[in-house]
C-alpha cells in the first residue's frame, strides 16, 4: 500500500497536539461535573436504582445497559421532572471523548498477520507507529507494541491480511478436583473413561484393550503448561519426546516478545499439562500402571501457558508453529496431533494462521470446546477446521470409592452417559465435533509438591481422549488429512437417544437430574471400535 510518509517531526507534533487535546477534554469534563446539581444526584440514585432492580448477568460488566453507558440508560438525561439537563449531556459527552483519546494512548500487543512476504519499505513505514517485538516467519507474522488508536492504521496498509490484540489464552478452568485416594489406584489398569469410548474392558486387573493400536509410531504435541518436574515418577521416559519438548513465554505486549525457554518444559508448577498427558499415555504409581488411550505414542510436551495456566495466543502460535516445523522436518514421516486443553473467547489471527499453517504440512489439530455452558465454544476449538471436544460423564459415577477402576461400563456407552453442565454448547456460527469422557478423570495432580493423583472435571480432560484416539486411527492410516480424521470421528460415533439422566454427585448423595440441549453433544461420543473400523490400513 502506498501512504505518505511522514517525519519524525510531524509524528511529534502529532502526539504533542493529541495529549494536549486529551488534557484540555479532561479539563473540560471535570469542569463539567465538578459541581452537580441537586436534581442530578437524584437523577443519578434513581438510575442507580433502576439498574439493580434487574437480574445480575455474567456480563454485565462488558454490556452494560445493552451496551449504553449507565448515563445514556432510558431518559436518564433528563432531570426528574423531564426536562432535558444539557450541562449533564454534555459533561457525558466530554468524558467519553476524553476516555477515547486515554484508550486510543493504551500501549497494547497487535497481532499483525500479512498477506505475504513484506518488503523493507513497509517496515520502515509502520516503524512510525511502533515496534515490532516479535516474528513469526513462517505465517508471515509479527507482533506489534504500538498504541491502540493506530490499530485501523494497520488495517489500512493494502499487505495486512487481519490485526487483533494479542489474545489471552488460559488453561479451561477445572471444575471438579477431588483427590484420588491411592489405595483405590493399586487394584489395576481400568478405568471406566476408557471403558466408556470401547479402548479397553473388564475391570481393574482383568482390563483389556478392545483394539490393536496402541499408538506406536505417532508423536502428540501437548500445548499446554508442560510437565512437572516430577513427571519421570508418573511416565517412562521412552514415552515422552524430551528430544522435542520446548518452552515459549512471553507475549501479551507489555511482557516482552515471544522467546524459546529451554528445559522450562518440565518445570510447571500447575499440574494441568501433566493431568492432560496421562489420559492420552496413562501413567504409574509406583509399580503399577493405569492404561491410557495411546499408551505406546510419544508425547512431545510444549509449555505455552505461565505457571498460574494463562497466557498470550501469540505464545500459543509459537508452539503449534514449532509443532509444525517438526512435522514438516524431522518427524515428517511419522503421524503428528496437537492436544490444546486451552482456549478464550476470541478468535487470534495469528493462532489461526499457525493453526492452518500446521494443518497444511499434515497435523492433526485437537481442542477442548471450553467450560462455558450457554455461553458458547472457547478458541481454539471453536474455529472451524480444529476438531472441538465436549465432556461427557457416566451416570453410573460414585457408586462406590472404587467405582472408577471397578465398575462396568455397559456397550454403547452414550446410552449411560450424560452431558456435563459446564460443557460449552455451539451458539449460532460455532461447530462442537464430538464428546468424550470429561467429568471425574484420574490422573497425576500435585497440590503440595508430593506425588499425589485426582479427580479432575473439564473439557480439558475431554479433549486427550480425542487427541488420543486420533493417534491410534493414524497409527493404522498415517495419510489421513484433517477433513478426514474429523469426518471419520464424527461419522463413527455412539448418538447421545435421550437429553436427560439421574446422576449421582458423590457417593451416598442422591442422584440429581442433568439435562442438556442438542447443541451441546457434537454428533455423539466417541467410540474408538468404530472409529478404527472406518479407516483403512494406508496400501
Known amino acids: 500500500m502506498t501512504r505518505k510518509?511522514?517525519?519524525?517531526?510531524?509524528?511529534?507534533?502529532?502526539?504533542?497536539?493529541?495529549?494536549?487535546?486529551?488534557?484540555?477534554?479532561?479539563?473540560?469534563?471535570?469542569?463539567?461535573?465538578?459541581?452537580?446539581?441537586?436534581?442530578a444526584n437524584k437523577e443519578a440514585a434513581v438510575a442507580s436504582e433502576k439498574k439493580n432492580n434487574g437480574k445480575d448477568s455474567p456480563n454485565a460488566s462488558d454490556k452494560s445497559n445493552n451496551g449504553k453507558s449507565e448515563l445514556d440508560h432510558g431518559n436518564s438525561n433528563k432531570g426528574l421532572n423531564g426536562q432535558s439537563d444539557n450541562k449533564g449531556n454534555s459533561a457525558s459527552k466530554g468524558r467519553k471523548k476524553a476516555s477515547k483519546k486515554i484508550n486510543d494512548q493504551r500501549m497494547v500487543a497487535l497481532n499483525v498477520v500479512l498477506k505475504a512476504s513484506a518488503t523493507p519499505d513497509f517496515f520502515a513505514q509502520i516503524s512510525e507507529l511502533?515496534?515490532?517485538?516479535?516474528?513469526?516467519?513462517?505465517i508471515n507474522s509479527f507482533t506489534f507494541r504500538t498504541e491502540f488508536g493506530n490499530l485501523e492504521d494497520l488495517r489500512d496498509f493494502d499487505e495486512v491480511k487481519s490485526v487483533n490484540e494479542d489474545a489471552e489464552r488460559r488453561i479451561i478452568p477445572v471444575v471438579s478436583q477431588t483427590s484420588a485416594d491411592i489405595g483405590a489406584l493399586t487394584g489395576g489398569a481400568g478405568s471406566w473413561n476408557l471403558d466408556m469410548i470401547?479402548?479397553?474392558?473388564?475391570?481393574?486387573?482383568?482390563?483389556?484393550?478392545?483394539?490393536?493400536?496402541?499408538?506406536?509410531?505417532?508423536?502428540?504435541?501437548?500445548?499446554?503448561?508442560?510437565?512437572?518436574?516430577?513427571?519421570?515418577?508418573?511416565?517412562?521416559?521412552?514415552?515422552?519426546?524430551?528430544?522435542?519438548?520446548?518452552?515459549?513465554?512471553g507475549g501479551g505486549g507489555e511482557r516482552?516478545?515471544?522467546?524459546?525457554?529451554?528445559?522450562?518444559w518440565e518445570l510447571d508448577q500447575d499440574s494441568h499439562g501433566i493431568h492432560v498427558t496421562s489420559t492420552i499415555l496413562g501413567?504409574?504409581?509406583?509399580?503399577?500402571?493405569?492404561?491410557?488411550?495411546?499408551?505406546?505414542t510419544k508425547v512431545i510436551p510444549i509449555k505455552a501457558?505461565?505457571?498460574?495456566?494463562?497466557?498470550?495466543?501469540?505464545?500459543v502460535a509459537a508452539g503449534i508453529t514449532y509443532v509444525a516445523n517438526l512435522k514438516a522436518g524431522p518427524l515428517a514421516s511419522h503421524p503428528v496431533i496437537i492436544n490444546m486443553s486451552l482456549g478464550g473467547p476470541t478468535l487470534d489471527g495469528m493462532e489461526q494462521e499457525a493453526i492452518d499453517y500446521a494443518i497444511s504440512v499434515g497435523v492433526i489439530?485437537?481442542?477442548?470446546?471450553?467450560?462455558?455452558?450457554?455461553?458458547?465454544?472457547?478458541?481454539?476449538?471453536?474455529?472451524?477446521?480444529?476438531?472441538?471436544?465436549?465432556?461427557?460423564?457416566?451416570?453410573?459415577?460414585?457408586?462406590?470409592?472404587?467405582?472408577?477402576?471397578?465398575?462396568?461400563v455397559p456397550e454403547n456407552g452414550a446410552a449411560n452417559a450424560y452431558i456435563s453442565d459446564f460443557s460449552s454448547r455451539a451458539r449460532e456460527g460455532q461447530q462442537l465435533d464430538v464428546a468424550a469422557p470429561g467429568s471425574w478423570i484420574v490422573g497425576p495432580y500435585q497440590t503440595n509438591g508430593q506425588l499425589s493423583w485426582y479427580f479432575l472435571g473439564g473439557t480439558s480432560m475431554a479433549s486427550p481422549h480425542v487427541a488420543g484416539l486420533t493417534a491410534l486411527m493414524m497409527q493404522k492410516n498415517g495419510s489421513m488429512s484433517q477433513n478426514v480424521v474429523e469426518s471419520k470421528l464424527k461419522n463413527s460415533v455412539n448418538a447421545f437417544s435421550t437429553s436427560s439422566a439421574l446422576v449421582r454427585p458423590y457417593i451416598g448423595i442422591a442422584e440429581v437430574s442433568i439435562s442438556w440441549p442438542m447443541n451441546s453433544t457434537g454428533t455423539g461420543l466417541v467410540d474408538a471400535v468404530k472409529a478404527l473400523s472406518s479407516v483403512s490400513v494406508a496400501p
Open 256 to 264: 516482552g516478545t515471544v522467546s524459546r525457554q529451554p528445559n522450562k
Open 283 to 296: 501413567f504409574k504409581q509406583a509399580t503399577r500402571t493405569i492404561t491410557g488411550v495411546a499408551p505406546d
Open 305 to 315: 501457558l505461565g505457571q498460574n495456566g494463562s497466557g498470550w495466543s501469540s505464545v
Open 198 to 249: 470401547n479402548v479397553t474392558e473388564g475391570t481393574g486387573n482383568s482390563t483389556t484393550r478392545v483394539v490393536e493400536q496402541t499408538g506406536s509410531g505417532t508423536y502428540v504435541a501437548v500445548i499446554d503448561t508442560g510437565l512437572l518436574k516430577t513427571w519421570r515418577s508418573y511416565f517412562d521416559e521412552s514415552n515422552i519426546a524430551t528430544e522435542y519438548g520446548a518452552a515459549f513465554g
Open 130 to 138: 511502533g515496534t515490532v517485538i516479535s516474528t513469526n516467519n513462517e
Open 365 to 408: 489439530v485437537v481442542a477442548s470446546a471450553g467450560n462455558s455452558g450457554e455461553a458458547g465454544m472457547g478458541y481454539p476449538g471453536a474455529y472451524a477446521p480444529v476438531i472441538s471436544v465436549a465432556s461427557a460423564g457416566w451416570t453410573g459415577e460414585w457408586s462406590d470409592a472404587t467405582w472408577w477402576r471397578d465398575s462396568d
Open 5 to 39: 510518509k511522514v517525519s519524525n517531526f510531524e509524528v511529534t507534533v502529532r502526539r504533542f497536539f493529541s495529549v494536549l487535546t486529551a488534557l484540555i477534554l479532561l479539563v473540560s469534563a471535570t469542569s463539567a461535573v465538578a459541581a452537580p446539581s441537586q436534581n
